[in-house]
């Protein structure tokens, strides 16, 4: 310890050593040549850790950085040591000199240690040759890449939608032509710029900065990589409703978000377009009164019931759907199948129409115009539409009515895939799109290319299509105006409307086209879309038909302008030869009946409470003339659920008007007919009750003592008498008896029109069977068969209902007892008015030409030779069924027999 104390306190004395001159011989030229190698070796060792410490300095990235400094500090102590040898010539530190080499021993193993640490990793690095490949590479990459962003560039800038990049901050980091020329600002003015405080709507700005803050915090997002339809607006501060898709994409730990924005104008008013069509067609068919249409399945039930079906059939919707439609035809029809083999013949033909009768709810008959067509989809039978109309009072006084076709097809079209920025995703777009598309090259007008949709669509190969020209797929009335055509727009999308094509069929399709213009290899070219509308066309022109067919006039308002779409039937309406050049609500109120336009404001204003519009109202024609109106409408609404427009129909209905007056009156005077038919009717029952009195009272009394006196005179003097007078004694005691009879019947006819029916539940075959034991015992040389079937129960007067079942059973044995085996039937039936009774003989029957004397009081239809009788015996059976609210009829023909029916009602 006392040795190392020394060392260090004596380190820099060199009084113990002599200098190096003096030790040896050294020549003055042998030292000096040790002494400036020395000299040389430690001022190099001193240069090298200055320059690797400045490389090190100004390469902020450099590698094995540790192993520089320790490689450093073991060269600059490796210095130490020679010049501290040559030094030694004068000096001799030796102690100093120990010490330095010990440090530079110990810095050599640790460099040697850090050399065999990092010695594998950098002999991995690539040699000089292959980074000069890589740079070689990299350089050819970097030309690529160049071209692919020109290419990109060139993509970017003819894109016909907007294409839009912001950085994570909001902040436009690019914008493309389309851009500038849908929004107004150019890319000078909008980049830097916060793109939501300049083209988002302010009420809208809170939500689209919270939705960003929540991606970039979540991650998620609902509306990035989704089309959303969103308002936005111009430099001009106008709006303009566009469809906007926006994509993420990370950037050194950053995001950009690129986003798509195309003009929805065009596609908005195809989709309104189809709604008011699709309205119009709902309000055509439910509040047209006067057709009753329906759809119905493949099997013939019915699935669809509009209001005029539930006017004309009396059925509601909800006891009628799922029924078979050979409910309104009639029992012979069904009986022979009708109903099924007029849908097979729709099913085969695709279309009939016929007339005849049909049935209501009530079972009451109608004379119909039908229409039936078969729909289809794929070839495939889904379902009939079927359209009927009650022509009973028109048959003979009107043509034939075209009717509603409610089979409107509709197509809706598919919006395409949004253009991609590469070529690649270009190609799958253009080829896969469903929709027929070709390039154009202009100004020749010669197909560049066109995708598989409009092969097939059209029917041309791609070789035909190749070697044609956009003028050849063109009819000849429609070639010089597509010749015409201005194409001078060089951005943007020209919608140039609808066209007719030919296809290689040779048919004539109507299609709605678009197009936007393109450089290929700096050619001008032009991108086309073509949409097939021929069956939408078709679609309107069947529901103009319809609409004048039905004299049903259309109106579309715009409320916000008071500005309304009519059809021509419409103004003619309102007594208008030609169409007026504006008509509003304020019009419309012009044209009302001043007693009824207070009552037409308040259904106005009550519609835009719950949306529709029903008003029966009288209006002032152009010539002052007054007629009879239903308008209908319907409330649209926007989306924040302002009303903004209505639609609807007018329909005159003054003709039903004249007639419901005409129906008023007549029912007026049929009431009082009725009345006066009344009061007669009465007075005549109080003369007939006068009478009924006098013949009870009057009569009675100087009959029976004709009768009396006759009996004595036969009992007392008949020996006194010839054959002569006692035959003529016979006849008056014999009339006499005839006449209380007569009296008797008339007092009991008379006697039943007062009485009240008092109902109960009987049992009809006990009081049947009562009766003919009564009858078989009362007649002499009675040798009847009488039948009497099980009558079960029924609900009537058991007093007065013995009087029928007796008249009409005395009746049956009468008139077949002169018959060798007289037989006699009493049994029920069903029958449409019911459950039936009835008595049936083999008798005289009679001459169905007097049937309507039948039932009258004293109308006999024999002679009283024949058949006795006083006549009153049916017409008691009538006057007892009818107060039972029931109905009595009878069949008959001579020597044939007769049968009785009669019913006991509810």
Not at 73 to 85: K, M, N, Q, S, Y
Not at 253 to 273: N, S
Request: glycine fraction near 6%; include cysteine.
């Amino acid at each position: 310890m006392n040795q190392v104390i020394e060392f260090f306190t004596k380190l820099f004395d060199y009084a113990d050593w002599p200098p190096r001159w003096h030790c040896g011989k050294w020549s003055e030229f042998h030292g000096w040549l040790y002494i400036i190698s020395d000299l040389l070796i430690w001022s190099a060792y001193f240069t090298i850790p200055l320059v690797i410490i400045k490389y090190i300095s100004r390469k902020s990235d450099a590698e094995f950085v540790k192993l520089y400094f320790l490689f450093a500090a073991f060269i600059l102590a490796c210095g130490a040591t020679h010049f501290l040898d040559a030094i030694s010539f004068w000096y001799p530190m030796y102690r100093l000199n120990a010490l330095v080499r010990l440090v530079t021993g110990a810095l050599s193993w640790i460099t040697v240690f850090y050399i065999i640490r990092y010695l594998p990793l950098a002999f991995s690095l690539r040699s000089q040759k292959a980074l000069q490949a890589e740079i070689e590479y990299r350089k050819l990459a970097e030309t690529n890449l160049s071209n692919s962003e020109e290419q990109v560039e060139a993509i970017f800038n003819n894109a016909p939608d907007a294409v839009v990049v912001i950085n994570s901050k909001g902040n436009v980091v690019r914008w493309n032509p389309a851009a500038e020329k849908m929004f107004g600002w150019t890319k000078e003015e909008i980049t830097g710029k916060v793109l939501n405080e300049v083209v988002v709507p302010e009420e809208l700005q809170a939500g689209f900065i919270e939705e960003m803050k929540n991606f970039l915090k979540t991650g998620q997002s609902q509306t990035l990589n989704n089309t959303i339809l969103q308002k936005v607006i111009r430099k001009d501060k106008t709006t303009l409703v566009v469809e906007f898709t926006a994509a993420p994409i990370e950037v050194a730990d950053d995001f950009l978000f690129i986003g798509f924005v195309r003009d929805a104008t065009e596609k908005r008013k195809g989709e309104e377009a189809l709604r008011l069509s699709t309205e119009r067609y709902r309000l055509l068919t439910s509040e047209v009164y006067d057709y009753a249409i329906m759809m119905l399945s493949p099997e013939g039930n019915i699935s669809s019931w509009n209001g005029g079906a539930q006017k004309i059939m009396g059925y509601e919707e909800d006891e009628i759907l799922g029924k078979n439609f050979s409910i309104f035809y009639t029992a012979e029809a069904n009986d022979r199948n009708f109903p099924m083999e007029e849908l097979g013949i729709v099913a085969r033909e695709g279309r009939v129409e016929d007339e005849g009768w049909r049935v209501k709810k009530d079972g009451s008959l109608f004379w119909a115009n039908v229409v039936m067509t078969a729909l289809k989809s794929n070839g495939k039978i889904i379902g009939y539409s079927k359209i009927t109309r009650d022509i009973t009072e028109r048959k003979k006084a009107e043509e034939e009515i075209k009717l509603l076709n409610t089979s409107l097809e509709q197509r809706v079209v598919e919006r395409t895939e949004e253009l991609q920025i590469s070529e690649k995703k270009y190609r799958k777009l253009f080829e896969n799109s469903p929709m027929p598309m070709w390039v154009l090259e202009l100004p020749g007008l010669q197909f560049i290319d066109v995708n598989e949709a409009a092969i097939i669509h059209y029917g041309y190969s791609r070789e035909e299509f190749l070697s044609m020209t956009a003028v050849d797929i063109r009819p000849e009335d429609e070639r010089q105006r597509f010749l015409q055509l201005d194409r001078s727009a060089i951005t943007g999308v020209m919608q140039s409307g609808v066209w007719k094509h030919i296809k290689k069929d040779r048919s004539i399709i109507y299609v709605q086209v678009s197009s936007h213009q393109l450089n290929i290899d700096t050619k001008l070219a032009r991108l086309v879309l073509s949409i097939d509308v021929t069956e939408r066309r078709k679609a309107e022109q069947r529901l103009d038909i319809a609409l004048e067919a039905g004299k049903i006039g259309i109106w579309e308002l715009d409320m916000l302008k008071d500005i309304s779409v009519r059809n021509t039937r419409h103004d003619q309406i309102y007594g208008y030869d030609q169409p007026k050049e504006h008509w509003g609500m304020k019009d419309f109120l012009s044209h009302i009946y001043p007693d009824d336009l207070a009552n037409v404001q308040k259904a106005f204003e009550n519609s835009l409470i719950g949306g529709s519009l029903y008003v029966e109202t009288r209006i002032l024609t152009k010539n002052k003339s007054v007629r009879w109106i239903i308008a209908t409408g319907k409330i649209m609404q926007d989306n924040v659920e302002n009303p903004f427009k209505m639609l609807g129909t007018v329909t005159d209905i003054t003709e039903l008007k004249i007639a419901e007056e005409r129906i008023r009156i007549l029912n007026n005077d049929l009431e009082q007919r009725v009345q006066l038919r009344t009061r007669e009717l009465n007075l005549a029952n109080k003369e007939l009750e006068s009478f009924s009195y006098s013949v009870s009272h009057d009569l009675r009394a100087p009959l029976r003592a004709i009768h009396g006196y006759s009996q004595l005179l036969n009992e007392n003097y008949s020996a006194g008498l010839d054959d002569e007078g006692k035959r003529m004694l016979g006849r008056v005691m014999h009339n006499t008896k005839k006449m209380g009879q007569l009296i008797d019947d008339l007092l009991e006819f008379s006697r039943l029109g007062k009485a009240a029916v008092r109902k109960e539940e009987i049992n009809f075959t006990a009081v049947a069977e009562e009766v003919v034991l009564e009858l078989s015992q009362t007649f002499n040389n009675f040798h009847h068969k009488i039948v009497v079937q099980d009558l079960g129960t029924a609900l009537a007067d058991r007093v007065i209902i013995r009087h029928v079942m007796e008249n009409l059973l005395l009746n049956a044995i009468k008139y077949s007892a002169k018959k060798e085996s007289p037989e006699v039937l009493i049994g029920v039936t069903e029958t449409k008015r019911g459950t039936t009774y009835f008595v049936k003989d083999n008798g005289a029957g009679f001459d169905m030409a007097y049937y309507d004397k039948l039932f009258g009081v004293f109308q006999r239809l024999h002679r009283q030779e024949e058949f006795e009788g006083t006549g009153v015996g049916l017409a008691i059976v009538q006057k007892i069924i009818s107060k039972h609210r029931g109905e009595v009829w009878a069949e008959a023909a001579v020597n044939q027999g007769a049968t009785f029916f009669f019913t006991l009602g509810k």
